[in-house]
């Protein structure tokens, strides 16, 4: 809204004091969310197209307002980043993540591992380690089924100190995804020194992968490249058997997207469930 035509100049101020009051509105009222139940997490099945196969799924954070209803993150997790409430927003997802995979292991339901973001802010948090640590201890997951999920700028930004947190995180026993690749121009052999397990290529390049020859080449390259470096990789944001065709060609064998599944609110879902492509 701050990039209006010329008629609308005379209005800028009060769009920015009207913009600001509104975040801090949204602040107020997520600091009040955070405390009274109020956020729920969506689960997105990740599939082995080869054996159609959910092999994992994402928790994807959504907040159940009182009077807006269902928000999605994108029109709160920049609130949240800016108030640094982004920091227990997160540990309140990897903890409710935990007891959701604890629930499962005592009801003796099927397990897969669940991935889940990890914000920048969190990430270069003094006290992440120490906290990650004791959400392990007091819940007893095992760290084995815990996937974090970081994206590629995030990891770029401060080499050293990346290499040391993933090594802790590791040592952990949890393992890590690069979310959003191929945004953050990371080369062979930066991507290299980094332990981590698999490559998420980012929705955009898949979106067009039947028109656009460019974005094509660009996934047979991040795929090549990862058969390398012995990496997982996992299209996302696939939406039609034309991509999945495409990706499946192209040797990918991972995909998440709306053509197996939308994320689903609610608890860590069973995945014994028919794929809807094979019912
Ligand atoms: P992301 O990590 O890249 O997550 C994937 C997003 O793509 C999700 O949006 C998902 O619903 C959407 N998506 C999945 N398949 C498809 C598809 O086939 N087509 C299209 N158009 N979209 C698809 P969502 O849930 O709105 O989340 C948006 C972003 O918000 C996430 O992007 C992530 O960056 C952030 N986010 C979500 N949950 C959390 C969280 O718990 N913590 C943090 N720090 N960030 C989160
Ligand atoms: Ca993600
Ligand atoms: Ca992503
Ligand atoms: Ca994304």
């Known amino acids: 809204s701050k990039r209006r035509g010329k008629n609308c100049v005379e209005f800028f101020n009060i769009d920015m004091q009207r913009e600001a009051s509104q975040l801090m509105q949204l602040e107020e009222d997520l600091r009040h969310a955070l405390s009274s139940r109020q956020l729920a997490l969506a689960f997105q099945p990740i599939v082995n197209i080869e054996q159609d196969r959910v092999v994992a799924f994402e928790a994807l954070v959504r907040w159940q307002h009182p009077e807006q209803g269902l928000l999605m993150p994108g029109h709160f997790i920049p609130a949240a980043e800016q108030s640094g409430l982004i920091i227990p927003l997160g540990f309140w997802v990897l903890r409710s993540v935990c007891q959701g995979l604890v629930a499962r292991i005592e009801a003796q339901r099927d397990l897969v591992p669940v991935a889940l973001n990890i914000s920048p802010q969190q990430f270069r948090d003094k006290h992440f380690m120490t906290e990650v640590a004791a959400i392990l201890r007091e ?63 980012d929705r955009c390049f898949v979106k067009d992968i039947g028109e656009n020859e460019e974005d094509r080449q660009i996934i047979q390259a991040v795929i090549a490249m990862s058969a390398q470096l012995d990496l997982d990789v996992i299209a996302e944001g696939v939406e039609t058997v034309a991509q999945r065709d495409l990706l499946h060609a192209f040797g990918c064998r991972q995909v998440q997207g709306y053509f197996y599944g939308r994320p689903v609110i609610g608890a860590i ?3 014994g469930r028919l794929l809807p492509h094979t019912a």
């Open 139 to 201: 819940t007893g997951v095992p760290p084995d089924l815990l996937e974090f999920e970081i994206t590629e700028s995030t990891l770029m930004d401060n080499l050293d100190a990346t290499i040391a947190i993933l090594n802790a995180l590791k040592g952990l026993g949890i393992r890590i995804s690069i979310d959003d690749f191929g945004t953050g121009y990371s080369s062979l052999a930066l991507l290299k020194q980094l332990p981590v397990d698999t490559l998420k290529i």
């Open 269 to 271: 879902p069973d995945t």
